[in-house]
């Protein structure tokens, strides 16, 4: 869907700039280009490594990409749109439904874009359908309600991180192994990211009776669960360096090391010393490039 097949009311100037910022800010058009990307990099580097293009860039898979991120599109406008009173406290600046963007506006574009994102992958397979539609059944639910139960709405999005991860695999069925431990280590570095937004989110959140991890058992605590994932996540991330060092992968086994693992080791004692909010946006600001990074350690495998 284009930016101009909304309705002209739609998308509003915000500060004198264009709706089409607005419009990018509201869909998270980097997270969903990053979304793409791994979608691309499963399958040309883990699915299809010696394939031409003309066969990774199938018009099937081009199909499960937009609708890929028409749910994830999806679920970043109803995110909004049942959090305007929290992000209006936890992030002023970036607030966008109900702001530039009529909040009914917003709930048919989520409405649309589901229904779009379902559909497509219906049409690909009833098993892709199946997926995408429990997809964005997951989403709406986190946000009217698993968001604000301990535990329950990092494991969700962590849930739906190792999906976006195993679509390709889903349509294909090669039986690769290596992208469920791509899928593995996607859940597991999102478990940890979405603990610490919890931290830093914790004073909007309390302000309207949310029951997060912070506010249940405290920072302290809190801190040791998610250091407990991750330090799950780099035991698997040293047995991929090492095993991709045994079988003679040098590139991705010091890829790995270096840019993955060491990451690992910094945000760890950034972790246990964080103690500030801002601690946190750092520290969730980490993940993301190392989640990046380790996106990008799949074309070793290409």
């Given at each position: 869907?284009?930016p101009?097949s909304?309705?002209?009311?739609?998308?509003?100037?915000?500060?004198?700039?264009?709706?089409g910022?607005?419009?990018?800010?509201?869909?998270?058009?980097?997270?969903?280009?990053?979304?793409?990307?791994c979608l691309?990099?499963?399958?040309?580097?883990?699915?299809?490594?010696?394939a031409?293009?003309?066969?990774?860039?199938?018009?099937?898979?081009?199909?499960?990409?937009l609708?890929?991120?028409?749910?994830?599109?999806?679920?970043?406008?109803?995110?909004d749109?049942?959090?305007?009173k929290i992000?209006?406290?936890?992030?002023?600046?970036?607030?966008?439904?109900?702001?530039?963007?009529?909040?009914?506006?917003?709930?048919?574009?989520?409405?649309?874009?589901?229904?779009?994102?379902?559909?497509?992958?219906?049409?690909?397979?009833?098993?892709?359908?199946?997926?995408?539609?429990?997809?964005?059944?997951l989403?709406?639910?986190?946000?009217?309600?698993?968001?604000?139960?301990a535990?329950?709405?990092?494991?969700?999005?962590?849930?739906?991180?190792a999906?976006?991860v195993?679509?390709?695999?889903?349509?294909?069925?090669?039986?690769s192994?290596?992208?469920?431990?791509?899928?593995?280590?996607?859940f597991?570095?999102?478990?940890?990211?979405?603990?610490?937004?919890?931290?830093?989110?914790?004073?909007?959140d309390?302000?309207?009776?949310?029951?997060?991890?912070?506010?249940?058992?405290?920072?302290?605590?809190?801190?040791?669960?998610?250091g407990?994932?991750?330090?799950c996540?780099?035991?698997?991330?040293?047995?991929?360096?090492?095993n991709?060092?045994?079988?003679?992968?040098?590139?991705?086994?010091?890829?790995?090391l270096?840019?993955v693992?060491?990451?690992?080791?910094?945000?760890?004692v950034?972790?246990r010393?964080?103690?500030?909010?801002?601690?946190?946006?750092?520290l969730?600001a980490?993940?993301?490039w190392?989640?990046l990074?380790?996106?990008?350690?799949?074309?070793?495998?290409?």
């Open positions: 869907m284009s101009s909304f309705p002209a009311e739609f998308v509003a100037p915000v500060g004198g700039r264009g709706g910022r607005t419009l990018a800010r509201l869909i998270r058009l980097p997270n969903l280009l990053i979304m793409a990307l691309l990099l499963v399958r040309a580097c883990l699915l299809l490594p010696d031409p293009w003309a066969r990774v860039l199938a018009p099937g898979f081009g199909l499960l990409v609708a890929a991120l028409c749910i994830g599109a999806a679920g970043y406008i109803i995110n749109y049942y959090d305007v992000d209006a406290i936890n992030r002023p600046g970036q607030l966008v439904v109900g702001r530039a963007v009529h909040r009914r506006h917003a709930m048919l574009a989520h409405l649309l874009l589901s229904g779009a994102g379902v559909g497509v992958s219906g049409l690909l397979s009833p098993l892709l359908g199946l997926v995408n539609l429990g997809s964005a059944l989403l709406w639910g986190y946000s009217v309600r698993f968001k604000r139960v535990l329950v709405g990092n494991v969700s999005i962590a849930t739906l991180t999906a976006l195993l679509l390709p695999e889903l349509q294909m069925q090669t039986g192994e290596a992208v469920w431990g791509y899928a593995l280590a996607a597991l570095l999102t478990v940890v990211r979405e603990i610490v937004k919890d931290v830093e989110d914790m004073r909007g309390a302000q309207h009776d949310c029951r997060t991890l912070p506010i249940v058992w405290g920072v302290g605590r809190t801190k040791w669960v998610a407990f994932f991750l330090a996540l780099a035991l698997l991330v040293a047995g991929a360096a090492y991709a060092l045994a079988h003679h992968q040098p590139g991705l086994g010091l890829w790995l270096a840019l693992l060491g990451p690992l080791a910094a945000l760890a950034q972790l010393r964080a103690d500030r909010r801002q601690h946190f946006a750092r969730s980490g993940c993301k190392i989640m990074a380790g996106v990008l350690s799949m074309l070793w495998l290409g």
